[in-house]
């Protein structure tokens, strides 16, 4: 589409899908914003939306349209066409609207839609008086937030023994353990989302036990609160290696920021690292941690990176990029053992090590559901 038409496209130009137009509008007097603009026809009915994802500004015109909505070519979050709603994760925020005239075969696209505010619901006296989250990551983020911007207007409380507020772990594998973000990315929201929002974020304070008879949370201390409607959003936790010297400080899994501040603290110092597990999670690692300037070396049992999952082409793909970013592999092979400064392997190689980082995979954390259906029975 040429842009030099962008506010009025006569509808026969508008082919059923997605273009993108690029708006200048003049915002007040003096201050200009440029918009990137995407527009939907289904049928006679056009949209105009904004154009990126609010998730990490994916380009929408390059998604999908399903229905009424579009879907990010990223990691697939979802819009409302209608009303710019983020539907499902990853995306937190809603897309912009901006009101869309046809005549006479011209579209035109108008004024930008302010947003409405969640309407209180009629019926908050069948709603429960107050619903506890335990888990304060994606989910129990996701969970506090909808409840709120569907109007639910009672107590939420959320737990967590993370000792910081819901942040974006899939980032602590990737750009900030790499050092090419700053912080700010990492939180979903700030302090002061919470306190808007009246979320009461108990963070470091884990849940021990649930009692869903009396329903009440016990938290480390003792402490009980009382819930109406519970959410178990407690993830999961990294498998651990077994082997001798697995427990010593500079052997390190990753799953919270703790975890991943403590594996950027020793990489400052480090010059070797050898990541044990050619999964997901240990080579996002070793590509971060090339990034620092690492020397890296992968050992794990399989013949080739993620074969499991991706087969065998995309396996050798895999490691060839890798390589050439300068990661040595040693596959078909197993950590047998720790020392302070090197790894032992099974087939009998020894490799030097001042940091070792394990990604061998993740179990949910099942031991307050399962313990609370022991009270039951
Ligand atoms: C390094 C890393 C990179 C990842 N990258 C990707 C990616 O690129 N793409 C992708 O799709 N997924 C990725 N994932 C997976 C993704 O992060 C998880 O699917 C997601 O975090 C699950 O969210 P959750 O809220 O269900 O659980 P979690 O994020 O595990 O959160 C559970 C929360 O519960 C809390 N908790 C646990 N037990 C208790 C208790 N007893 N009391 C109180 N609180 C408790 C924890 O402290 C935590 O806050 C990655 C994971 C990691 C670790
Ligand atoms: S950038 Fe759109 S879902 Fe992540």
Same mark, same amino acid.
């Given at each position: 589409?040429?842009?030099r038409?962008?506010?009025r496209i006569?509808?026969?130009?508008?082919p059923?899908?997605v273009?993108?137009g690029?708006?200048?509008?003049?915002?007040?007097v003096?201050?200009? !914003?440029?918009?990137?603009i995407l #527009?939907v026809?289904r049928g006679?009915e056009?949209f105009a939306?904004g154009?990126?994802?609010t998730?990490?500004?994916?380009? #929408?015109?390059?998604g999908?349209?399903?229905?009424?909505?579009?879907?990010? +070519?990223w990691h697939? /979050?979802?819009?409302?066409?209608?009303?710019?709603?983020?539907?499902?994760?990853?995306a937190l925020?809603?897309i912009a609207?901006?009101d869309v005239?046809?005549? $006479?075969?011209?579209?035109s696209?108008? @004024?930008?839609?302010k947003r409405?505010?969640?309407?209180?619901r009629d019926?908050?006296?069948?709603?429960?008086?107050k619903i506890?989250?335990?888990?304060?990551?994606?989910?129990?983020?996701? /969970?506090?937030?909808?409840?709120?911007?569907?109007?639910?207007?009672?107590?939420i *409380?959320?737990l967590? @023994?993370d000792?910081? #507020?819901?942040?974006?772990?899939p980032?602590l594998s990737?750009?900030?353990?790499?050092?090419?973000i +700053?912080?700010?990315?990492?939180? &979903?929201?700030?302090?002061?989302f919470?306190?808007d929002?009246s979320?009461?974020?108990r963070?470091?304070q884990?849940?021990?036990?649930? $009692?869903?008879?009396?329903r009440? *949370?016990?938290?480390?201390?003792?402490?009980?609160?009382?819930y109406?409607?519970l959410?178990?959003?407690?993830?999961?936790?990294?498998?651990?290696?077994t082997?001798?010297?697995?427990d010593? +400080?500079? *052997? %390190?899994?990753?799953?919270s920021? !703790?975890?991943?501040q403590?594996?950027?603290?020793r990489?400052?110092?480090?010059?070797?690292?050898v990541?044990?597990?050619?999964?997901?999670i240990?080579?996002?690692?070793?590509? /971060?941690?090339?990034?620092?300037?690492?020397?890296?070396?992968?050992?794990? +049992?399989?013949?080739?990176?993620m074969?499991?999952i991706?087969?065998?082409?995309?396996?050798?793909?895999?490691?060839?990029?890798?390589?050439?970013?300068?990661?040595?592999?040693? &596959?078909?092979?197993?950590g047998?053992?720790?020392d302070?400064?090197?790894v032992?392997?099974?087939?009998?190689?020894?490799?030097?090590?001042?940091?070792v980082?394990?990604?061998?995979?993740? %179990?949910?954390?099942?031991?307050l559901a399962?313990k /609370?259906?022991?009270?039951?029975?």
């Amino acid at each position: 589409m040429q842009l030099r038409d962008w506010w009025r496209i006569a509808l026969l130009e508008l082919p059923t899908g997605v273009i993108l137009g690029a708006i200048l509008g003049i915002v007040g007097v003096v201050r200009i !914003a440029v918009w990137q603009i995407l #527009l939907v026809r289904r049928g006679r009915e056009v949209f105009a939306v904004g154009a990126q994802c609010t998730h990490y500004q994916g380009p #929408l015109a390059e998604g999908l349209v399903v229905g009424d909505t579009v879907r990010c +070519p990223w990691h697939h /979050a979802c819009f409302d066409l209608r009303t710019g709603e983020a539907l499902r994760a990853p995306a937190l925020s809603p897309i912009a609207c901006w009101d869309v005239e046809q005549r $006479d075969g011209m579209i035109s696209v108008r @004024s930008k839609r302010k947003r409405p505010k969640p309407k209180p619901r009629d019926n908050a006296t069948v709603e429960p008086g107050k619903i506890v989250i335990i888990g304060g990551g994606a989910t129990g983020f996701a /969970a506090a937030q909808m409840l709120r911007r569907n109007g639910y207007q009672n107590s939420i *409380v959320m737990l967590s @023994s993370d000792d910081a #507020l819901p942040y974006d772990r899939p980032n602590l594998s990737k750009d900030y353990l790499a050092g090419t973000i +700053p912080f700010d990315y990492v939180p &979903l929201r700030d302090e002061g989302f919470y306190a808007d929002n009246s979320i009461d974020t108990r963070m470091g304070q884990p849940a021990e036990q649930v $009692d869903i008879r009396a329903r009440e *949370v016990i938290v480390a201390g003792g402490d009980k609160i009382p819930y109406d409607w519970l959410l178990l959003a407690t993830g999961a936790e990294p498998v651990r290696l077994t082997i001798p010297g697995a427990d010593q +400080p500079h *052997v %390190r899994t990753l799953r919270s920021l !703790a975890d991943c501040q403590a594996i950027i603290e020793r990489a400052k110092a480090a010059r070797r690292v050898v990541v044990i597990g050619a999964s997901f999670i240990g080579l996002e690692v070793a590509a /971060a941690l090339r990034t620092r300037n690492l020397e890296v070396h992968v050992v794990a +049992p399989d013949k080739r990176p993620m074969e499991r999952i991706l087969g065998p082409d995309i396996g050798n793909f895999v490691r060839a990029l890798h390589e050439e970013h300068g990661v040595v592999f040693h &596959l078909e092979d197993k950590g047998a053992a720790i020392d302070e400064n090197a790894v032992r392997l099974e087939k009998g190689g020894t490799i030097e090590a001042d940091l070792v980082v394990v990604g061998i995979g993740v %179990r949910p954390r099942l031991e307050l559901a399962e313990k /609370a259906r022991a009270t039951v029975a």
